[in-house]
């Protein structure tokens, strides 16, 4: 959580001085539930992620290194630049990419499921989707999809309160989430998503379900981004106080609180967690810095295919 | 061996089907059913549920799902009822489909195929009617063919599962009875060359898939009063084979080309700029167009064929133009 958080701190700053560009869409205030969720998963699972995904990424094991240089533009980016903030993807790390169409991601999900079903596979996919993407009419033609052919897919619907300035409330005609879920025939649950060992454990539970063959899992996690939504937000659809009594709830702070009074952190152990990030992050930038642009002859590389892949 | 277009599709799906585990068919009404124009029909009996695939009305959600199942190892064929129905899944056409290998910096291919039944001639009124491959064709990212022989129904599909790219494969309604002789052993056909299907000196006319066969019986009609016309079978609308193009442009110095989409925008607009681009010195006349009236095609038997390109359309116009300048 940690890691996410200051790794995303510091991509506002280098977007504030102009070093990112594009679209930025920040994490903050929801790390509890990539961290949670993704706690659950092997390597061998799949993953795919909307456009606020740098935290999902990192989780997956794309490296710092790439995700920071594909932010930048520059080809030793993990999407050789042709994808910036809201496209990273990762083969080898089985990414299969942040969606910036909302919803749009779910029907990926729903084939890479089917893939693994039909090749007799015990990998699950997990989908990240935000409370925006539950109204679209893809939304449900995924899930009723999904039950009906029992596919190994762990839904984990992210659910911020808002889809950019629209609040749910003002969104969706029932917005118990979960409730929805269920009406496909599905088990579904809320789950504290500022509390990280409730994101933990949900996915947990919800994966061995959906490992065993019974079908998919949604999750429902009630989370909250403390930032805007993206870096153009003036954020004129929410209260302050609103965002000032989330952030008491941060999932960062109150575990940190929770792990010392147990007496499992201290200040030092605390202090190296920091130093470490810290320490990571600097080679990121430092790696992004001197990477290159790649050349403009390469432009229409990879429209289509040059070679058959095997 | 005689057989019908239809049937050279199935025997190129089920062909698909043996010669590769990773082959699976699904859309709307493929599996019991046996196909909404009955191509896949007996398909479900010989494969199970699993290869074929019978899918709720979620255009959207499978075709998105056939792009997650080739990006992890399966080569879907998916069949969209008709290009009209396509637009349900235009997002994940378009966004998904066409962008990810460009977008993820080549980590992704995406081997999948799209079949889809496209144009009118049937009385199906509007919403069943449209020719909207050349929309498609505007896509870069993806592939798009028309089939207008039964060679081609035959051996398309197998190139098409071939490629690490998606395939969109536009089969004109009107095509499904047609019947013909097919050697037995028919093989995979390249797919990113026209095709000229009859040589002519004096004018070319420029088309593929459902006029194709109007294009040719004008051709016939013509050689009967001493126009010989060459016609060009697109075959493959992207990317465009613009050197056989030029190359019959350069032997005929005219050309006309017939397309059942609108004018307006479409993909004989392209031909005509790639033509002026390239060959512009070797016309003797401007590059003339017959395409579909600009209305949603309608019901009415007499409509529609005024609606459409006709085989007397294309004799009268190369008729006008040689007569201007004979
Ligand atoms: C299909 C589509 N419509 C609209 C948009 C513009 N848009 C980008 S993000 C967003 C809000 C989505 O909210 P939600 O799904 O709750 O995710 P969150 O941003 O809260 O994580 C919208 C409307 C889009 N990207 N895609």
Redesign the interface.
């Known amino acids: 959580m940690v890691r996410i958080r200051r790794f995303e701190e510091k991509c506002a700053e280098l977007y504030s001085a102009s070093k990112i560009r594009g679209f930025l869409h920040l994490y903050i205030g929801e790390e509890a539930v990539a961290v949670g969720a993704m706690h659950a998963l092997t390597p061998e699972d799949?993953v795919?992620a909307t456009y606020r995904e740098h935290g999902h990424a990192l989780l997956r094991g794309v490296s710092a290194n790439s995700i920071m240089a594909e932010m930048y533009g520059k080809?030793e980016?993990?999407?050789?630049?042709?994808?910036g903030s809201m496209?990273l993807?990762?083969?080898a790390a089985r990414f299969?990419?942040g969606?910036a169409?909302v919803g749009?991601g779910?029907?990926?999900?729903?084939?890479?499921?089917?893939?693994?079903k039909?090749?007799h596979r015990q990998r699950v996919t997990a989908c990240f989707f935000g409370d925006g993407a539950v109204a679209e009419?893809?939304f449900h033609?995924?899930m009723?999809?999904a039950a009906?052919w029992k596919l190994p897919v762990l839904l984990c619907c992210e659910n911020n309160l808002y889809a950019m300035g629209t609040a749910l409330k003002r969104a969706q005609s029932q917005t118990d989430l979960s409730l929805k879920a269920a009406a496909y025939g599905m088990p579904a649950w809320p789950v504290d998503g500022m509390d990280v060992v409730a994101c933990q454990e949900a996915a947990q539970r919800a994966t061995l379900a959906v490992r065993s063959g019974e079908g998919p899992c949604f999750l429902e996690f009630r989370t909250y981004r403390f930032r805007a939504h993206s870096m153009y937000d003036p954020q004129l659809y929410r209260d302050k106080r609103e965002v000032e009594e989330w952030k008491k709830l941060d999932p960062i702070a109150t575990f940190e609180n929770r792990l010392t009074t147990q007496g499992v952190l201290d200040d030092a152990k605390m202090k190296r967690i920091e130093d470490e990030v810290a320490s990571e992050i600097e080679k990121a930038v430092a790696f992004a810095e001197a990477g290159t642009f790649e050349p403009i002859e390469e432009l229409?590389?990879?429209?289509?295919?040059a070679?058959?892949?095997e | 061996m005689k057989i019908t277009y239809r049937e050279a599709i199935r025997q190129a799906i089920r062909d698909a089907l043996i010669r590769d585990q990773r082959v699976f068919l699904m859309g709307e009404d493929v599996g019991a059913y046996g196909g909404c124009f009955a191509v896949s029909k007996g398909l479900l009996e010989e494969f199970g549920p699993d290869r074929i695939r019978d899918t709720p009305l979620s255009e959207s959600a499978f075709v998105g799902a056939g792009i997650g199942a080739a990006m992890n190892g399966m080569r879907p064929i998916v069949e969209i009822m008709t290009v009209n129905f396509s637009l349900l899944a235009l997002d994940q056409i378009v966004n998904n489909a066409a962008t990810i290998l460009h977008m993820s910096g080549g980590q992704f291919n995406i081997p999948l195929v799209i079949r889809m039944t496209t144009g009118a001639g049937r009385q199906l009124a509007a919403q069943h009617s449209h020719s909207l491959e050349g929309w498609y064709a505007h896509i870069p990212g993806i592939k798009v063919l028309a089939p207008a022989t039964l060679e081609d129904a035959r051996g398309m599909l197998w190139t098409a599962l071939e490629d690490p790219d998606p395939v969109l494969i536009f089969e004109h309604g009107t095509l499904y009875n047609m019947q013909g002789e097919i050697a037995a052993d028919a093989v995979p056909v390249e797919i990113s060359k026209a095709a000229v299907r009859r040589a002519g000196t004096d004018v070319s006319l420029i088309t593929y898939g459902g006029t194709l066969g109007k294009t040719m019986l004008a051709a016939e009609h013509l050689a009967a009063s001493g126009v010989e016309a060459e016609v060009v079978d697109l075959r493959t609308l992207r990317p465009l084979d613009t050197t056989t193009i030029l190359d019959s442009v350069m032997r005929t110095h005219r050309a006309v080309i017939i397309d059942e989409g609108w004018r307006s925008g479409s993909i004989s607009a392209e031909i005509s700029a790639r033509i002026m681009e390239g060959a512009f010195y070797e016309l003797d006349l401007p590059v003339e167009r017959i395409c579909s009236a600009e209305v949603p095609i309608p019901y009415a038997k007499q409509l529609e064929d005024a609606a459409l390109p006709q085989a007397a359309t294309i004799v009268a116009t190369v008729t006008r133009m040689m007569g201007g300048h004979g």
Do not use: M, W
Not at chain 1, 106 to 116: F, K, V
Not at chain 1, 300 to 305: G, I, K, L, Q
């Open positions: 799949n795919v080809q980016g993990c999407s050789r630049g042709r994808g496209h993807f990762d083969a299969y990419g969606n169409i749009g779910l029907p990926l999900a729903i084939g890479i499921a089917l893939a693994d039909l090749q009419g893809e033609e995924c009723n999809l009906l229409t590389r990879f429209a289509y295919s070679e058959k892949p």
